[in-house]
């Protein structure tokens, strides 16, 4: 009977303290390493179903728990934790950033595909990165964070970089195809930064060609943020800060300009007392630009619905007097699933008003600053229009008052951009998923100029007695309708399928309208006036229509293939070869899951790559395939003139695609649970069939003297390479990220001679030039060798030409290549290449609690520069325009042994040589911030972040070129917009 109770006790026991341990419940906040509340995080008591979600602020709570029980935190991005519960009622979990997170979802072409799997080249840059480096366009924060994709900045505010994936691989436009939210458009300047989730730079054809007809240059896919599961999240951020341009060029001043103008027999014919000024004409023009945005986002979601919406405003002064970049931008994005359907929307509006840098007379404000008088005021009230320039005459020089060329006029661009997709997706069965798209990508603009009525001197050097006005308005609309079958269905577990099947249609309309018009009695009216007027219209259309077909397998994620053809018809070729066809294919082997491996292994990804494919080009304008006509002509008729028209440019009804066949083989390795990680890259393009504007014999008839053909041929090659470090542990984390990128090319068909191209400003030479084995606009000149000492030296190398009087003792010494006794452009050669050996970008970023730190370094290195402005400041001028001291030391037969030629010399000493040609390499800070979060237990609740910054950008750059910049779009210096250096300090709020 005893017993029977002792183990009635002992039962009854266990179901209390059962029931007790039941009853027990246990909470907290989930956050991330910066202590930012995470939403959404999935909390599962493992072996169960039983779970809950944390909420806004990352808080949860979970009953009827045991202490045996263990707790799984995961969340997208995100190393997973499993934790026991123990004793405690409370628990607080940090999770940290997953070395695996960018292997999880890719976005491809036409959809999206696991790292894991993928075989192609692809670049990702996210939206921290994009966030971390405040600028106007888009395209500019990519700049060295993709080995293989160079990005060149130059210009005033609001001007696009120039873009180049894999260098140069065609003689025409070699910008990359972008496309946003799925829509096609010409460059990222119509969207925020700030609104970019994260960007795929596609590089190799097996991801390129299913863009077939616009791939060949690289494609750049940017989605943009969308709406997330969870209590809606408003964020406010904003960031001021100013930018200068410190480097200045180091000019005469008035005393020893005058001394130069003396010993060159010019004595300006000014009163004394202007001797007593010296105007720096470079600080005349410089100036501290501020910047300013703000930016407002709100994001929400339900399992069936998400929402974002963003506003910002963006103001940029430029540090050239009166420029500046000013932009209002919108955005909308929402999804709506409803059982099978689900259906969405993207929309973006911009509207900007730039002021860029002006010109005279064809130079560059930095030119005639430079060459500009010290002596001379900038203002002079006396003047119309209330400037003052030279006297051509009696200053013997012409350069133009560079304020007075900024600041006279009245001029504006004012664009209006609007991007957006409508899309429905509908799951016809299990795997079978139809989607339809359409996007637009529609824009306006509209430009004015007006001139009034000045006159920078008595002599007239610089007048104009007549108000001018010019005004133009632009429209374009592209359009791109997409339907698409995907079928995805994995077979016995291991065997995972994906089919694509795709139509494409676009069609992109253009035209613009522009008039001028003088007014000779008043310049108070900003309209057109009444004299000389003229007007002009253009309107083009290109239509192309395309299908698509691809196929990616991989079994159990270890051995993968991907296919896939494209075939494009374009308006921009005839009937004969109005089709192309570009198939790709490529390999993917995932060593590290092989048996052999086993788990412990410290290698834990090992993936061999190759693919290779064909990829077109039609980046020419339109109606080059058929004869076109042109007006302004007259014919006697009948006695009388008549206007008409004649033939513009030859017809070419054989004109087909340009082609492109790239081979890739890559690397990809990650050891250490990826705490190491390693990709590299080799490619080979060979472009064919290349679109070559080709001269015509007088006979023909033509007037534009010339017809499009395919004749050309270019192999591009190179490497690429990314390493990184992740270190996720402790309260001390740190990231190093590098990458570096090579890239060449040679000509191998051409079709003619060679294509001079780059003509200089001041003198109707060209400065580099394309020709059979060698690269893409290489510099192309004379071989400088010293200065002519003495007549024997002169009549040593013009043996064959005797008689020749130009060039004397104290003029530049070129070498007689082909030693004919003469110099002629026989004796030119190939001087220097302007694109670099190769491009690269250091990120390290590191955090301790709640500090955040980053610096981030961008370089260019075996980069050649054609400096035209040293051209101005020590070429030997044959007028006496300012320049570097160096001319007081000019060549005279008493002063033998400088580097300076004669003043007033031969018209030899400004031909192009390699004597202005420097190295442009550069390594550049591009940016270093430092950060401080306070989390929402700091702050009671009322804020969930705030986030407190300081950066600086352009902080110092190291490089032997002796130019403001040595980032130049071209390789050639014209006296370009430099980069500023920038200071910020910003702010991030959450609520």
Known sequence: ?????????????????????????????????????????????????????????????????????????????????????????????????????????????????????????????????????????????????????????????????????????????????????????????????????????????????????????????????????????????????????????????????????????????????????????????????????????????????????SAEYLKQEGTIINTGFDRYSFRANSSFTSGKLKFGQTMSVSLSKSRGEQSGGGRTLITHAVNSVPFLPVFNPNNRGGFQGPDNVGDSQNAENPVRIQTLPTFSNNNFSLIGSLYGEYDIIEGLKFRTQIGLDYFTGRNSTFIPIFSDDPSNTHAQDYASYNAGVSFGQGLVFTNSLNYQKTFAEKHNLEFL??????????????????????????????????????????????????????????????????????????????????????????????????????????????????????????????????????????????????????????????????????????????????????????????????????????????????????????????????????????????????????????????????????????????????????????VSDGIYQTQAEVDAVFSGNLGQTDVQPGDIRYKDINGDGNITADDRVVLADPLPDFTYGLNLSANYKNFDASLFVTGVQGVDVYNTIRYDLEGGARRVFNGSPALLNSWTPGNSTTTTPRFGGSTENFAVSDRFIEDGSYARLKNISLGYTLNSEVLNGYLSKLRLYASAQNLFTITDYNGLDPELTSGVDYGRYPQPKSFLFGVQLSF
């Open 1 to 309: 009977m005893m017993k029977k109770f002792k183990f009635a006790a002992f039962a009854f026991f266990l179901m209390c303290s059962q029931f007790i341990l039941a009853q027990n419940s246990v909470s907290g906040v989930v956050s991330d390493n910066t202590g930012t509340p995470l939403p959404g995080v999935s909390i599962i008591v493992q072996g169960t179903t039983r779970g809950t979600t944390a909420d806004f602020d990352g808080q949860y709570s979970i009953d009827n728990v045991t202490p045996t029980d263990e707790l799984i935190f995961s969340y997208i991005g995100m190393t997973r934790q499993i934790i026991s519960i123990g004793s405690a009622t409370t628990l607080n979990v940090t999770l940290l950033e997953s070395s695996e997170a960018l292997d999880e979802v890719v976005v491809v072409a036409y959809g999206k595909q696991s790292r894991r799997t993928v075989t192609g080249a692809i670049a990702t840059v996210d939206a921290d990165e994009i966030a971390s480096l405040p600028v106007a366009n888009a395209e500019q924060a990519l700049q060295g964070r993709a080995a293989g994709v160079s990005v060149v900045n130059s210009g005033p505010p609001g001007s696009s970089p120039q873009v180049l994936i894999r260098g140069l691989g065609t003689f025409g436009n070699n910008s990359p195809l972008y496309v946003i939210d799925g829509v096609i458009v010409g460059n990222l300047s119509g969207i925020s930064p700030s609104d970019i989730e994260n960007v795929s730079i596609l590089k190799d054809a097996s991801t390129t060609a299913l863009y077939g007809a616009r791939g060949s240059n690289g494609v750049v896919l940017v989605t943009t943020k969308s709406g997330k599961k969870g209590k809606g999240i408003l964020n406010f951020s904003t960031y001021s800060g100013a930018q200068v341009v410190s480097n200045r060029y180091d000019l005469m001043n008035t005393t020893q300009y005058l001394q130069f103008a003396a010993n060159n027999n010019v004595f300006p014919d000014r009163p004394a007392e202007l001797f007593q000024n010296n105007t720096d004409w470079q600080d005349a023009i410089f100036k501290v630009g501020f910047i300013q945005d703000y930016k407002l986002d709100y994001s929400k979601g339900t399992e069936n619905t998400t929402q974002f919406f």
């Open 501 to 782: 099947a795709l139509a494409e249609k676009t069609e992109n309309i253009d035209s613009g309208f522009g008039g001028s018009a003088r007014n000779l009695v008043t310049d108070e009216l900003q309209q057109f006036g009444p004299d000389s007027q003229t007007i002009a219209s253009d309107n083009s259309k290109t239509t192309r229509l395309g299908y698509l077909a691809r196929l990616n397998y991989n079994y159990d994620t270890k051995y993968i293939f991907s296919a896939s053809v494209r075939t494009d018809a374009s308006s921009r070729f005839g009937d004969n070869n109005r089709w192309g066809t570009f198939p790709a294919v490529s390999l993917g082997w995932v060593i590290s899951e092989e048996d052999f491996f086993g788990d412990d292994s410290s290698v834990n990804n090992l993936k061999l790559r190759s693919s290779y494919g064909i990829t077109g080009n039609d980046a020419i304008g339109d109606y080059q395939y058929a004869a076109t006509l042109v007006g302004g002509f007259e014919y006697p008729v009948g006695g009388s003139i008549a206007p008409g028209f004649t033939e513009n440019g030859g017809s070419n009804p054989d004109l087909k695609w340009e082609e492109i066949t790239t081979l890739n083989l890559g690397l990809d390795v990650g050891f250490l649970n990826n705490k190491f990680t390693a990709s590299l890259e080799y490619f080979k393009n060979r472009s064919d069939d290349l679109l070559v504007s080709l001269p015509t014999p007088l006979s023909s008839g033509s007037h534009a003297g010339n017809i499009t053909s395919n004749v050309g041929s270019v192999e591009t090659k190179g490497f690429e390479a990314i390493l990184g470090y992740n270190d996720n542990e402790g309260d001390f984390t740190w990231s190093a990220n590098f990458n570096i990128g090579s890239s060449s090319n040679e000509v191998i068909v051409l079709g003619v001679d060679e294509i001079p191209r780059n003509r200089l400003q001041d003198a109707a030479v060209n400065v580099t030039n394309i020709q059979v084995g060698e690269s893409i606009d290489h510099f192309y000149g004379y």
